[in-house]
């Protein structure tokens, strides 16, 4: 079992920056690969970005490439979403979520759904 809490989710100016973090709660947090959602009024939840249970794989949703950078510190149960050159696309609520990432003998993997899910925080992108 996780528990994540989020923070650092507030209002920018366009062209600002946020870091979101989400602080994780449990001795299984080594096990779970790490994504941030987003979801914007009227429109779909997606991930934006999602981070391998080492830190080294990193992948990001095409429009934020550049922009958003995700990592994690395994020994502080944290995981970070660096935001910058916001833009009003960018309002929405964040979430963080996590699955597990089980490890089979022969090297491969097998992941989980998103089972463990933050409170969301709002990102407002106005002037």
């Known amino acids: 079992q996780l528990q994540m809490v989020e923070s650092g989710g507030g209002l920018v100016q366009p062209g600002g920056s946020l870091r979101l973090s989400c602080a994780a709660s449990g001795n299984i947090f080594r096990l779970n690969a790490v994504g941030w959602y987003r979801q914007a009024p009227g429109k779909e939840r997606e991930l934006v970005a999602r981070?391998?249970?080492?830190?080294?794989?990193?992948n990001y949703l095409d429009s934020m490439k550049g922009r958003f950078t995700i990592s994690r510190d395994n020994a502080k149960n944290t995981v970070y979403l660096q935001m910058n050159s916001l833009d009003s696309e960018d309002t929405a609520v964040y979430y963080c979520?996590?699955?597990?990432?089980?490890?089979?003998?022969?090297?491969?993997?097998?992941?989980?759904?998103?089972?463990?899910w933050g409170q969301g925080t709002q990102v407002t992108v106005s002037s």
């Open positions: 979520a996590a699955r597990r990432d089980y490890t089979w003998y022969d090297g491969t993997h097998s992941l989980g759904p998103y089972q463990y």
């Open positions: 981070v391998s249970t080492d830190g080294i794989s990193r």
